[in-house]
């Protein structure tokens, strides 16, 4: 055997060995099923089975098709065009998970698959020092992100394990946990980005943009715009006021009119009363 032909032999093993090590891999890949949150979901298994089957998740039976099916049981299955299918009502992280079909006890295993929810994303617009509320969904450890807008990579603000968390320092006095629920206090303009919650594995479970909004400043706004009217109505009230008395300065009163009215002398005659005071 010569130089060129032993170089080869011995390459052969290992790359034998590579081949047969990604078949496996990709062999045994289980295909996922993503749902939105709370939406319902249905499984198929497409092998044909000629007595019963039974849909596992987690080793636990969830639903049975055939005769002298379990009752009580979490889901329904039916059996059709030569398949079993199983639907999910309500898709979320108590139903998640991997799934799996027996026939006759057996396990079929190209009918393995994962039901995982999709994250759920929402918006909320917050005003200054209100509570920023985020529900984990899970009970599992859990990793807390946050991006602010225009920044590429995001900052680790919060691990959750239980009742157990290791805050970033500087949230660390306004972040609360309560229950199931991750807060954030008296909000900041600066807190406005988007916060993510996952899983320690990695699972994205929840995404939410956040915008805080400065209620101050349009309040400040307004009371300025108010004040400054008050302002303006004092002003009006005292030129008119200045009017009013340049006028009756100037213009003469009913009164005094009445008095200097040749009317008014003669009235003064008739009764026999002379304006030096002194009868006829």
């Not at 006759?104 to 509320?133: F, I, K, V, W, Y």
């Not at 984990?136 to 590429?152: A, C, E, L, Q």
Request: glycine share 10%; hydrophobic share 35%; aromatic share 8%.
């Amino acid at each position: 055997m010569d130089v060129t032909s032993s170089v080869w032999t011995a390459s052969l093993g290992p790359l034998i060995r590579f081949f047969f090590v990604l078949g496996s891999v990709l062999g045994s890949a289980i295909p996922s099923t993503l749902v939105a949150l709370n939406k319902s979901a249905t499984l198929c298994c497409p092998e044909r089975c000629r007595g019963g089957t039974e849909w596992k998740r987690l080793g636990d039976t969830v639903a049975q098709c055939g005769q002298d099916t379990q009752t009580g049981l979490q889901f329904i299955c039916t059996a059709k065009e030569g398949g079993s299918f199983l639907t999910v009502p309500q898709v979320n992280y108590s139903t998640r998970g991997h799934y799996s079909v027996y026939c006759n006890g057996n396990e079929m295993t190209l009918c393995r698959q994962l039901l995982q929810p999709l994250p759920d994303q929402s918006t909320l617009e917050l005003e200054a020092e209100q509570h920023l509320r985020m529900d984990f969904y899970i009970s599992d450890p859990v990793i807390i992100t946050f991006r602010s807008p225009g920044n590429s990579s995001s900052m680790q603000l919060c691990t959750v394990d239980g009742r157990v968390k290791q805050c970033h320092p500087d949230y660390q006095d306004r972040l609360r946990i309560v229950d199931n629920t991750f807060m954030l206090m008296d909000v900041l303009l600066s807190d406005s980005g988007i916060y993510t919650v996952k899983e320690k594995e990695g699972v994205t479970v929840r995404i939410s943009n956040v915008t805080i909004k400065d209620v101050h400043h349009s309040w400040k706004w307004k009371e300025g715009y108010c004040t400054g009217f008050g302002h303006g109505s004092w002003a009006v009230g005292i030129g008119a006021l200045i009017v009013g008395v340049l006028l009756g300065k100037f213009i003469p009163s009913p009164v005094s009119r009445r008095r200097e009215s040749p009317h008014s002398h003669q009235e003064d005659k008739e009764n026999g009363i002379l304006l030096n005071g002194i009868k006829r």
